[in-house]
């Protein structure tokens, strides 16, 4: 082997470790922005935990959509339904493919329907619960409380 071609292989070695690099630096990049993505999400379900807790939002609405299929998707839906009336505030989901609405007033479902249509996707049901905020007598934590055939979310410690 000359030296040439040592000198060939030495550059096309360091070559292949600056693309493995970069790549590596590239998948740690994504991973650290879905990770602000998903604790973002997180954080603004904590915030909706409190205001629902507090009780500014005494009518939810659980919209199963078909459609959202990946982030943009879940965002744009998000928006529409955030727009439909004042002291509206969304939840969506990919994973369950739901959009949770709580709202202060209620909202007719057919706005809420056409809102999620004009951005590509279809509501296959739509399920309305009133939430009354109550203290839990020996805990004292925050309950929101459905229909009293639906399940009790706790918001508590």
């Given amino acids: 082997m000359s030296i040439s071609q040592i000198c ?61 299929s990946d982030e943009r998707s879940m965002l744009l839906v998000q928006n529409a339904l955030n727009l439909v009336g004042r002291g509206t505030c969304v939840a969506a989901s990919l994973a369950y493919a739901q959009a949770v609405v709580y709202l202060k007033e209620p909202v007719d479902d057919d706005i809420l329907r056409e809102a999620v249509e004009k951005q590509g996707c279809m509501v296959t049901a739509i399920v309305t619960s009133n939430q009354q905020v109550r203290k839990e007598p020996d805990h004292g934590r925050l309950l929101a409380v459905s229909d009293p055939h639906r399940t009790i979310v706790d918001y508590g410690n």
Wanted: charged residues 30%; glycine residues 4%; contains cysteine.
């Fill in 8 to 68: 060939l292989c030495i550059s096309v070695a360091l070559l292949l470790a600056v693309i493995v690099m970069r790549v590596i630096r590239s998948r740690r990049r994504k991973q650290a922005e879905s990770q602000a993505v998903v604790d973002e999400m997180q954080e603004r379900l904590r915030e909706i935990d409190e205001y629902v807790a507090e009780g500014y939002y005494p009518l939810v609405k659980t919209l199963d959509i078909v459609g959202m």
